[in-house]
């Protein structure tokens, strides 16, 4: 049985996309398949599975020896099970860059193209078997999207994520502004995470200037219930850090509807990071930057200390 499975703390499209293409192995290249999850996925994500009846999948600490598995919406091992390297990857398909680290037994499949969505890759790749696939799978596949894009508001959103965005939503009859804003309520309901979770919830690693970052975005309609929270989470950061053998945490909060962000400042390392990567000035423990709402090109490339 192959697993299929994309990074830890799992969003909707490393969600979604794993769910996609277990079917699309299982019922079409009649190869059995299983989605699986590297921790629990993320309120969004959840609304997906309720709202198009999906199974939740399998939650896994790690792979076994001689598991075979397909990699999607990451390459970065860092990402991923910590045994990797003892199993056989026989597939990535990703739109993040090359991370590099992962090896292989023979040559395999790897698809990665600058896109805003593994699922719209998927959608490409999959091709005119689409048609067989169920509403659900066009469900997710949609959700990603709109999630990867938050609604085409995104810098990463291509011509392409917005017409096979639009085309999935034709076929199962949903008007994307109304759909996309069921998803963002859920996405901004994080009542139920404590504020060690909320660093943790959406995350990467990162190495800047010898320093071991976690870059953590909380995309949101309702920013003010999070900024409520900003003394708790700054007090949060350092036993965060520690547990999770990072120097620094940055957590950006963005406002999905005003297309900005709020870093957290707790230091004058976050402090000296916000002024020589943005070209603003911080005066406090927070700092508003207009305009940016994409880690993967507009906070990551940027970075400078």
């Not at 399998?58 to 990451?74: L, N, Y």
Request: proline residues 5%.
């Amino acid at each position: 049985m192959i697993k299929v499975f994309g990074h830890t703390a799992p969003d909707t499209d490393s969600t979604g996309s794993p769910i996609i293409w277990a079917w699309y192995l299982n019922e079409v290249r009649k190869t059995p398949a299983q989605a699986v999850l590297q921790g629990e996925p993320n309120t969004e994500a959840l609304w997906m599975l309720n709202r198009w009846s999906l199974d939740k999948p399998q939650i896994i600490a790690d792979v076994a020896e001689g598991d075979q598995c397909v990699v999607v919406d990451t390459n970065n091992p860092a990402e991923l099970p910590a045994s990797l390297d003892k199993a056989e990857v026989i597939e990535i398909i990703d739109h993040h860059l090359l991370a590099g680290g992962i090896k292989t037994r023979q040559p395999i499949n790897i698809t990665v193209r600058p896109l805003a969505s593994t699922a719209t890759i998927m959608h490409d790749l999959i091709g005119d078997d689409m048609a067989r696939a169920p509403q659900a799978v066009k469900g997710a596949m949609l959700t990603c999207i709109l999630s990867d894009t938050l609604e085409f508001r995104s810098p990463t959103t291509t011509a392409h994520d917005r017409a096979v965005a639009e085309k999935l939503a034709a076929d199962l009859g949903v008007n994307i502004a109304d759909y996309a804003a069921e998803m963002f309520a859920a996405k901004s309901d994080v009542s139920a995470f404590a504020e060690d979770a909320l660093l943790r919830l959406d995350s990467k690693e990162y190495e800047l200037g010898g320093k071991q970052l976690r870059i953590s975005v909380l995309e949101t309609t309702a920013p003010q219930v999070l900024l409520a929270r900003k003394d708790a989470l700054l007090a949060a950061m350092p036993a965060v850090a520690a547990a999770d053998g990072a120097d620094q945490v940055l957590l950006f909060i963005v406002d999905i509807l005003r297309e900005e962000a709020t870093l957290l400042v707790p230091n004058d390392f976050v402090r000296q990071v916000a002024e020589r990567s943005f070209g603003v000035t911080v005066t406090g423990d927070s700092v508003v930057l207009p305009g940016i709402m994409s880690r993967k090109k507009q906070i990551i490339p940027v970075l400078a200390v």
